[in-house]
């Protein structure tokens, strides 16, 4: 009997070993995911909340992120309310990479991607920079992951985001408080929240990621497609 109990408890122990994780080892594994993805797609939304200021305002914007590991790449996002707003940066399998603005900017296709993605983080709320970071690895110019940035993270308690069952982990950055949702099935990201104090006032961000990692992605999906207004 005692044996018995012996190696259950044994048992156990193994398995709360493999089970039990870090929110660090959780970032490390993330990472590796989009690291070594072949394909990856999303779409997604971030809301922002611009407070502490006499007139406090707030915006949306939409994006969406098409990757291919051989060099393919597209970016589009646009800010709510706005038709003109609409921005799309690419790569082809030429390795050429496009740049167009609906705001008074023409064509451009004389720098890299990673120049291009950096260039668009401000306008974009960062939604330019934060997935592509992650994959696109072999660069110097994006900056810091949200996995580097993000200081004493520590795992919360599972939530289930748009249906899919998270890692949620708490920490913070230079700025202020950031809260990441990791996938428990593929380690993606499927939200951020921000709270960060930006000059004199302070902004919440909320970043939705519907994200996938498919086996291929037809050649319509990295199109450059410059010349184009948002139906609002």
């Known amino acids: 009997m005692k044996k018995n109990f012996a190696l259950f408890s044994l048992a156990l122990f193994s398995f ?4 039990a994780q870090t929110a660090k080892e959780v970032f490390a594994k993330s ?24 007139q406090p305002f707030e915006k949306a914007k939409y994006f969406k992120t098409a990757y291919d590991q051989k060099g393919r790449f597209n970016f589009e996002y646009y800010e709510v309310g ?6 799309v940066i690419n790569r082809n399998a030429n ?28 306008v974009s709320s960062r939604t330019s920079i934060q997935i ?15 996995f580097l940035s993000t200081k004493n993270p520590q795992l919360d308690s599972d939530e289930t985001i748009n249906g899919v069952l998270c890692f949620k982990i708490k920490g913070s950055d230079a700025q202020g408080d950031v809260t990441i949702w990791i996938s428990k099935a593929d380690y993606l990201i499927k939200k951020v929240m921000s709270d960060q ?11 939705d990621y519907f994200s996938s990692l498919p086996t291929n992605l037809e050649n319509s999906v990295f199109e450059f497609r410059p010349n184009r207004k948002v139906k609002m």
Not at 135 to 142: E, F, K, S, W
Request: glycine share 6%; aromatic share 12%; with cysteine.
């Open 82 to 87: 706005l038709s003109n707003s609409l921005m």
């Open 197 to 207: 104090k930006v000059s004199n006032f302070r902004v919440k961000s909320t970043f």
């Open 132 to 146: 592509p970071e992650l994959l696109l690895t072999n660069h110097n110019i994006l900056g810091e992951s949200i």
């Open 16 to 19: 709360q070993s493999v089970c």
């Open 31 to 54: 990472q590796k995911v989009y690291e070594n993805a072949v394909f990856y797609l999303d779409s997604g939304k971030v809301f922002q909340e611009f407070y502490d200021l006499p």
């Open 95 to 122: 390795n050429v990479a496009q740049y167009w603005w609906g705001i008074g900017n023409p064509t451009q296709n004389n720098k890299k991607l990673e120049e291009l993605l950096s260039s668009a983080g401000g």
